[in-house]
């Protein structure tokens, strides 16, 4: 399965923009890159994905490396709403059979007032 | 969309005792996921269905884990016996997989305790 590596924890200040970095060296070329966050007590929720061109949608932005080897997650400005672990996944496509997720263990982002 | 709907959302069991986690799907998705949440080992795939037919089992942790899907719009996830290191949330999530984009659908949920 396809492996990431984010740092175990972030913090940041509110109203302040967040860089989530993720690494993941052993990406292939149809992997698409995905973020996930989980909220306290909740099931996790999908934030962004993109391939190789960087990403915008209403949550945050996903810049992605030329060599595709690594990946940031933007988040704007935080708030104390956004306090969750993210997840960067990469989704393997199994040909015909659909996709895998694989979640590592995620950064813990605290957002101080 | 009433979104991913998982049964029981708490569960506190005896050890040696059987367990029933039920999970329905968003209507139209193609895919299951069935995922394990613990402080120590984070989100585990356990098993994963398309159409209906499991793909891939390989993160089921041993014989006593079985996962069903009899139809497109209901899976369980049965334990027996159940053991308290089984204690977790248990995690069902859906996708559609006709585009390439498989955004996972999560559902709240199912808080086992095994005693």
């Known amino acids: 399965d396809a492996k990431t590596t984010q740092p175990n924890s972030m913090e940041s200040n509110e109203e302040e923009p967040v860089h989530l970095p993720c690494n993941h060296s052993?990406?292939?070329?149809?992997?698409?890159i995905h973020w996930y966050r989980q909220l306290p007590s909740q099931g996790p929720e999908y934030v962004i994905h993109?391939?190789?061109s960087n990403v915008n949608n209403r949550m945050a932005s996903l810049a992605i490396a030329e060599d595709r080897k690594s990946s940031t997650l933007i988040l704007h400005r935080a708030t104390l709403r956004d306090a969750a672990v993210y997840y960067c996944?990469?989704?393997?496509?199994?040909?015909?059979?659909?996709?895998?997720?694989?979640f590592g263990t995620g950064t813990s982002l605290t957002v101080i007032p | 969309d009433a979104g991913v709907i998982q049964s029981p959302r708490h569960e506190v069991t005896e050890m040696g005792q059987e367990v029933t986690l039920r999970c329905k799907p968003i209507?139209?998705?193609?895919?299951l996921f069935w995922y394990r949440q613990t402080m120590m080992r984070g989100l585990e795939l356990l098993i994963y269905?398309?159409?209906?037919?499991?793909?891939?089992d390989s993160g089921m942790p041993e014989d006593r884990f079985s996962a069903k899907m009899p139809n497109a719009s209901f899976s369980t996830l049965k334990i027996q016996p159940s053991e308290p290191r089984d204690s977790a949330v248990y995690f069902c999530?859906?996708?559609?997989?006709?585009?390439?984009?498989?955004?996972?659908?999560f559902g709240e949920g199912s808080r086992l305790t095994v005693l």
């Open positions: 269905f398309n159409n209906n037919v499991p793909i891939d």
């Open positions: 993109g391939l190789t």
């Open positions: 209507s139209g998705h193609n895919s």
């Open positions: 052993t990406i292939s070329g149809t992997d698409y």
């Open positions: 999530a859906s996708s559609f997989e006709g585009a390439r984009t498989g955004e996972l659908f």
């Open positions: 996944i990469l989704r393997a496509y199994v040909g015909g059979t659909g996709n895998q997720f694989y």
